[in-house]
């Protein structure tokens, strides 16, 4: 005890004695200074914490070390495919190759491809998918864009997709190409299926009656126009395109054969169809064997009243009777003639009604007086005429008979119908 005792006290003597040599006092500051060195100085104490800070930094390097090694191996696993995060055509191409990837956009995208759009025209409709005129997708393009961007991404960031779960957030859009001519072909064979041209109603006499036959409108499909319409609706996703067609309305349509006259020679017979329905018929006689009554179509081309007969054939079967008859009892035209478009062929009356069924005119069609006023009052120039052969001859005598000075000339009628009445009066067309 004594001993502790004598150096706490030989300690604190030292502490306040004054300095040798002379040396002034130490002020309180710097006893502060030497007390803190003092207290600074814990040499176990710093030895912890060097411990404690090389252990951290040794955590830190081996987790950067870790880290890296996790980045390497994530750059292996994700080397030529698409990192996490990568869409095309908002399908999820990560980890995916080029191939894989493009086999699932090009799946996603099929539909678009293979979608029916219909091309209307009144009651017709054509269909198509786009795929069928050629269009094509831009995958290849958008899958290989993606692609080059999960290449290019730096070490640091895939790091931080390997660490903290980033992603690429790489959005690819896939565009569908419409070839304008594809289109346009599709079109044009459309138009060569509808296209026709304006056809006016006709008369079918093949089964030796008349069949009126409908008129056909024309249709020219207009292309272009149809074409800008179809590649709209292609762009704008519509599944419907109206055809653009330029219609042609037949001139004449079968109302305008409200009559038509058949003659049906052999059965020698004449009917008249009004509103396409036979209404009347009479017994004619038409030409002999040797002055075939021309077949085919004609029309009424003049309507002479009280006719003027001039002598068609002086020198030949004509030539016992006069030049010309002026209208009267023994007029062998009889009290009408109405003039074919056929050269100088007619209908006529006649006073030889024995002759009526037969074969028996030059050419002409003959028939009773009656039965000719009626037809002339009935029937309008323009009327058409349809001639066939309807069955065997029935002549009655041979062409040497001169009852029936048929056929006139041309040069002969023209000049009997100056003054057809033998009156002095020019006829106006229709009474002569």
């Known amino acids: 005890?004594?001993?502790?005792?004598?150096?706490?006290?030989?300690?604190?003597?030292?502490?306040?004695?004054?300095?040798?040599?002379?040396?002034?006092?130490?002020?309180?500051?710097?006893?502060?200074?030497?007390?803190?060195?003092?207290?600074?100085?814990?040499?176990?104490?710093?030895?912890?914490?060097?411990?404690?800070?090389?252990?951290?930094?040794g955590t830190l390097f081996l987790g950067a070390a870790g880290a890296a090694y996790a980045t390497y191996d994530y750059s292996n696993e994700y080397d030529g495919r698409m990192l996490p995060g990568t869409t095309v055509a908002g399908v999820?191409?990560?980890?995916?190759?080029?191939?894989?990837?493009?086999?699932?956009?090009?799946?996603?995208?099929?539909?678009?491809?293979?979608?029916?759009?219909?091309?209307?025209?009144?009651?017709?409709?054509?269909?198509?998918?786009?795929?069928?005129?050629?269009?094509?997708?831009?995958?290849?393009?958008a899958v290989d864009v993606a692609l080059a961007e999960s290449a290019d991404t730096s070490f640091f960031q895939k790091m931080k997709m390997r660490v903290l779960g980033d992603e690429l957030e790489h959005t690819g859009?896939?565009?569908?190409?419409?070839?304008?001519?594809?289109?346009?072909?599709?079109?044009?064979?459309?138009?060569?299926?509808?296209?026709?041209?304006?056809?006016?109603?006709?008369?079918?006499y093949s089964?030796?009656?008349?069949?009126?036959?409908?008129?056909?409108?024309?249709?020219?499909?207009?292309?272009?126009?149809?074409?800008?319409?179809?590649?709209k609706a292609l762009r704008t996703g519509s599944d419907e395109v109206g055809l653009k067609v330029k219609v042609t309305k037949p001139e004449k349509t079968t109302e305008d054969f409200d009559q038509v006259l058949l003659v049906r020679?052999?059965?020698?017979?004449?009917?008249?169809?009004?509103?396409q329905k036979i209404t009347h018929e009479w017994s004619v006689a038409t030409g002999q064997p040797e002055y075939?009554?021309?077949?085919?179509?004609?029309?009424?081309?003049?309507?002479?009243?009280?006719?003027?007969?001039?002598?068609?054939?002086?020198?030949?079967?004509?030539?016992?009777?006069?030049?010309?008859?002026?209208?009267?009892?023994?007029?062998?035209?009889?009290?009408?003639?109405?003039?074919?478009?056929a050269p100088a062929i007619r209908f006529h009356g006649t006073s030889a009604t024995y002759s009526l069924g037969y074969n028996a005119s030059h050419g002409c069609v003959r028939m009773a007086n009656s039965d000719v006023i009626q037809l002339y009052d009935m029937i309008e120039v323009g009327t058409?005429?349809?001639?066939?052969?309807?069955?065997?001859?029935?002549?009655?005598?041979s062409s040497s008979s001169f009852d029936d000075p048929e056929p006139v000339s041309p040069e002969a009628e023209n000049e009997a119908t100056k003054n057809p009445a033998g009156d002095g009066k020019k006829p106006s067309k229709g009474d002569g």
């Open 207 to 231: 089964s030796g009656w008349v069949k009126f036959v409908d008129g056909k409108e024309g249709r020219r499909v207009d292309v272009a126009s149809s074409h800008t319409a179809f590649m």
């Open 92 to 141: 999820d191409v990560g980890g995916m190759d080029r191939d894989e990837a493009l086999a699932a956009v090009r799946d996603a995208v099929r539909p678009q491809l293979r979608r029916s759009i219909e091309v209307e025209w009144e009651d017709r409709t054509w269909k198509v998918t786009p795929a069928r005129i050629g269009a094509y997708t831009t995958a290849g393009r």
């Open 1 to 57: 005890m004594e001993n502790d005792q004598s150096k706490q006290e030989t300690t604190e003597s030292v502490s306040t004695e004054a300095p040798e040599s002379g040396a002034a006092s130490a002020g309180p500051q710097e006893k502060d200074v030497i007390g803190a060195r003092r207290r600074f100085h814990v040499p176990r104490l710093g030895r912890r914490w060097t411990l404690a800070i090389l252990v951290v930094l």
């Open 292 to 341: 075939m009554t021309p077949t085919g179509l004609f029309e009424v081309e003049l309507k002479r009243y009280l006719p003027t007969w001039v002598n068609p054939a002086p020198d030949t079967w004509g030539a016992n009777m006069p030049a010309s008859i002026p209208p009267g009892p023994g007029n062998p035209l009889g009290v009408r003639a109405i003039n074919w478009t």
């Open 173 to 204: 859009d896939v565009g569908i190409r419409y070839p304008r001519k594809g289109a346009r072909a599709f079109l044009e064979g459309i138009a060569s299926s509808l296209n026709r041209e304006v056809e006016d109603a006709s008369l079918d």
């Open 384 to 397: 058409p005429i349809v001639s066939v052969v309807a069955g065997p001859l029935r002549p009655m005598y």
């Open 265 to 275: 020679i052999g059965e020698n017979k004449l009917y008249l169809y009004e509103d």
